[in-house]
């Protein structure tokens, strides 16, 4: 099939490579133009397990092109819409200018029958405009909320838990057809598909993040709790996990979630809410984003509690800057964030990250950045793993404790094995845990 991927950041570049890698016939579409030469020569102009591999593959069988012409889009029976949907600035909805600026462009290429499959997180009602903006071109609008996964991206795009398609009133059979013909390798596999009409899908997509956020922010409030009352969050969180109805994943109690698409998106959906009159049902969401960004000053506060009172003029070696591991994506990072913090509260930080460097240096060129572990932790008074790295989830606590100028180690996203850590002579801290404290106090 004749397809266009239109926006090809984290999420369309993923899509449109694995689309050729499913047969289909690709042009993938960007107004960046760095961005687009640099996937066109195989190059993914940011860090996705598998997908330098992907790229090449795809490229090599000659089913996939990168443009920067609009008019490269005629021809294609299906268009999917991946730009991106940041909040606005200062407001918490949704920035739409480049999803109305992607469907202008591409209104004059439409030809009657052509489907444009929506991607992008958007608020509800976003769809039913568009397609009432495309009317006259006789071309059909639906939505396919992506649920992908940074890190997983290319396994999530293929092999996804479910597809969800939002189809227009008007000729539902028509579309779900088409899209079904995208999928038909994915469905083939087993993957259910969810139909339903454009408002659902577009909420299924705003309900799945609002719920993972208040995962994440329900574990973190209840960390707030066991450091008010001596209590160990792991192992409240692997009890209350066992529970087949609540489940292990997404309780883990740390620095919170971040990136690019939760905060935005639970942000988005308040003032969608609100715009309805439905803002009360979210109300909320307000405090699952407040929960979040408190452990965030909380792991400064934490850093400042181990250095007795003050960060001014100490040497804090940062590991981790990208949101979460297996990315370089630093959108709203918690870890950078921390690192941001204690800079400016005096501290010498010295940051280090597999992957994000470059982007994080981009956003916070002021922060000093090394190459390597050993460079970042060189006579430390204290160490901050912020993002859980395998690379510092396997780190030797006897070995780094040679070359720090103290052992203090401030566990921002509970990933260490706090016993092999106190064993190597560290004092180590961690969100929710003041147990970890007394036993050190006791030591
Ligand atoms: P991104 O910023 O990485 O990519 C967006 C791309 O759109 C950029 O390359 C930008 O240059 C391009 N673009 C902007 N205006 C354009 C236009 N008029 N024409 C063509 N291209 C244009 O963002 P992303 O992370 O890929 O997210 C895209 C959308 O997908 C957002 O709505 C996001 O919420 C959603 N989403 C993202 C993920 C994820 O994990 N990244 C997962 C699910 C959903």
Redesign the pocket.
């Known amino acids: 099939m004749r397809m266009t991927v ?8 993923v899509h449109a490579a694995s689309m050729a890698q499913l047969g289909h016939d690709v042009v993938g ?4 133009e760095a ?1 687009i030469a640099a996937l066109a020569g195989g190059l993914p ?2 860090f996705e397990p598998g997908l330098p591999e992907l790229l090449d593959r795809a490229l090599a069988t000659g089913r996939l092109r990168f443009s ?1 012409d ?1 008019a490269d889009a005629r021809g294609s029976a299906v268009h999917f819409v ?5 909040q606005q600035p200062g407001a918490l909805a ?1 920035d739409l ?3 109305h ?2 469907i ?2 591409l209104a004059p290429m439409l030809e009657p029958g052509d489907l444009v499959a929506g ?4 608020p509800v009602g976003t769809a039913r405009a568009i397609a009432a903006r495309l009317a006259d071109t006789g071309a059909l609008v639906a939505w396919n ?6 890190g997983f ?1 290319i396994q999530d795009t293929l092999h996804p838990d479910r597809l969800v398609y939002g189809l227009p009133d008007e000729a539902p059979d028509v579309a779900r057809a088409v899209l079904d013909e995208v999928y038909a390798a994915t469905i083939a596999d087993g993957t259910p598909v969810v139909a339903t009409d454009l408002e659902t899908a577009e909420l299924v ?1 705003s309900a799945a993040n609002a719920f993972l956020a208040t995962k994440i922010s329900f574990i973190n409030a209840m960390a707030e709790v066991c450091e008010a009352a001596g209590a160990d969050v792991t192992q409240l969180a692997d009890a209350i996990g066992h529970d087949a109805r609540i489940g292990r994943r997404f309780l883990n109690a740390g620095l919170g979630f971040g ?3 939760l905060p ?2 639970i942000r988005a959906f308040m003032a969608r809410a609100g715009e309805l009159g439905a803002d009360q049902a979210l109300t909320f969401l307000r405090e699952v984003d407040q929960i979040n960004m408190r452990r965030r000053s909380r792991a400064v506060d934490l850093a400042r509690e181990a250095l007795d009172g003050s960060v001014l003029g100490r040497k804090i070696a940062v590991l981790g800057l990208a949101f979460k591991p297996d990315s370089d ?1 630093v ?1 709203d990072s918690p870890a950078l964030n921390v690192a941001a913090q204690l800079a400016l509260q005096g501290a010498a930080v010295l940051c280090h990250d597999p992957r994000a460097i470059e982007p994080a240096r981009h956003r916070f060129p002021e922060l000093a950045y090394v190459e390597t572990v050993a460079d970042a932790v060189r006579d430390a008074d204290a160490v901050l793993v912020l993002t859980e790295w395998d690379e510092y989830r396997e780190l030797d606590p006897v070995a780094l404790g040679q070359d720090v100028a103290q052992r203090i180690v401030i566990d921002g996203r509970n990933c260490l094995d706090s016993g092999a850590w106190r064993a190597a002579g560290w004092r180590y801290r961690a969100l929710g845990r003041p147990r970890e404290a007394r036993a050190l106090q006791a030591a």
């Open positions: 239109i926006g090809c950041g984290y999420l369309g570049a579409i960007d107004v960046d961005k102009p940011f920067t609009m991946a730009v991106g949907t940041p949704a200018t480049y999803v600026a992607a202008d462009a991607k992008s997180t958007v909320p992506e649920f992908l996964r940074e991206a997509k990136g690019g698409c935005k998106d994506d959108r």
